[in-house]
């Protein structure tokens, strides 16, 4: 036997189990189950007016108690945690994430069952109250409209265009305008405009009143804010 298999063997026996009571794997089971759950209705206010996936939701839960129970076995033995660490490379996550929101309240709770795994439960209470908090005044904060899509037709008569026409009635009405897309088909002129207005009843009229306007539409939507 040489000096390097003595060396292993010790530092494994040293190493290669650490007792954890029954009481102290409990505590963190239930911590970590209480948590989950206040995350599963956490994630359930949050995506009221929005995309709700019950699914994703349970799974938030299982991923907590899940993630614990695998931080109490890698505190158990360490020829254990390198065994794990060799089966979860393998493991790939191939679900697209939809919203933002859904990655951060899958990495609270994987965190939450890493942190309570650890005994750490505390400190998982308090990150689960200020996240919370956050979440909820950031949500509430006010943030500036997000602008809306006029969308003119027009028929083209000899070298007239009524671009500048319509331009000027839409100054009129809004502050803050610029166009996406003109384009030109023989005879006839499509714009996108990006604006905001506060009456976008009076606009539509005034714009579907110049001459050669055939049609003018008006939407709305949630993207981002370009000024």
């Known amino acids: ?13 040293g190493y290669s189990t650490v007792e954890m009571s029954t009481n102290t794997i409990l505590a963190a089971l239930l911590w970590t189950t209480i948590l989950a759950l206040y995350i599963y209705f956490c994630y359930r206010i949050m995506t009221r007016k929005s995309f709700y996936s ?7 839960v299982a991923m907590a108690l899940l993630t614990s129970a695998i931080i109490l076995t890698i505190q158990s033995s ?4 390198l065994g794990m660490v060799g089966a ?3 493991v790939r996550f191939r679900t697209a994430i939809k919203d933002p ?12 069952g890493i942190i309570c795994g650890a005994g750490l439960s505390e400190i998982a209470l308090l990150v689960s109250l200020a996240v919370t908090l ?3 005044v950031l949500d509430r904060a006010p943030i500036v409209a997000a602008p809306m899509i006029l969308v003119v037709n027009a028929a083209v008569s000899g070298d007239r265009l009524p671009e500048k026409e319509i331009m000027q009635v839409v100054s009129k009405y809004s502050s803050h305008s610029a166009i996406k897309t003109t384009r030109l ?26 001459p050669g306007v055939t049609s003018v539409s008006l939407l709305s939507h949630d993207g981002e804010v370009t000024y």
């Open 185 to 210: 088909a023989g005879d006839q002129l499509d714009m996108v405009i990006e604006l905001r207005v506060k009456d976008g009843l009076k606009l539509t009229r005034s714009v579907s009143a110049l």
């Open 1 to 13: 036997m040489t000096f390097s298999d003595i060396f292993k063997k010790s530092f494994l026996e």
């Open 101 to 112: 929101m859904d990655l951060v309240f899958l990495f609270w709770s994987i965190s939450v």
């Open 88 to 90: 979860l490379s393998i």
């Open 134 to 136: 956050l979440l909820f």
């Open 78 to 81: 360490i020829v254990v945690s």
């Open 54 to 60: 019950k699914s994703f939701n349970i799974a938030l």
